[in-house]
């Protein structure tokens, strides 16, 4: 099992950028593929990007790709997410996730750990 907490979320003026950190704890950080979702007010949990567990190959939502990068530091169990040019529409409580595959994984249902969330607000 693993417990996720993720950190860095705030407000944020439209153009600019915030980095999300999602800190690990319990079983070995780098069995667990990890992903990012966000889940925009009264809407639902959408995918956002995904990382495998060497962090060799990684995968985004259209709506964020080339403005996102996750990455992750195995000694440091975290993974991270840079958010670029941020927009009004990138509001949302961001998640991060653990999956128990070895590949990238898009869908919700592939991740069986979850952290809380925090909350990223964009103002235009």
């Known amino acids: 099992q693993v417990q996720l907490v993720e950190s860095g979320g705030g407000l944020v003026q439209a153009g600019g950028s915030l980095r999300l950190s999602c800190a690990a704890s319990g079983r070995t950080f780098s069995s667990y593929s990890m992903g990012w979702f966000r889940q925009p007010p009264g809407k639902e949990r959408e995918f956002v990007a995904a990382?495998?567990?060497?962090?060799?190959?990684?995968v985004y939502s259209d709506s964020v790709k080339g403005r996102f990068t996750i990455s992750r530091d195995n000694a440091k169990s975290t993974v991270y997410l840079q958010m670029n040019s941020l927009r009004p529409e990138d509001t949302a409580v961001y998640y991060c996730?653990?999956?128990?595959?070895?590949?990238?994984?898009?869908?919700?249902?592939?991740?069986?750990?979850w952290g809380q969330g925090t909350q990223v607000t964009v103002s235009s």
């Open positions: 990382i495998n567990r060497s962090g060799y190959s990684t």
């Open positions: 996730a653990a999956s128990v595959s070895i590949f990238t994984i898009t869908s919700k249902e592939g991740y069986t750990y």
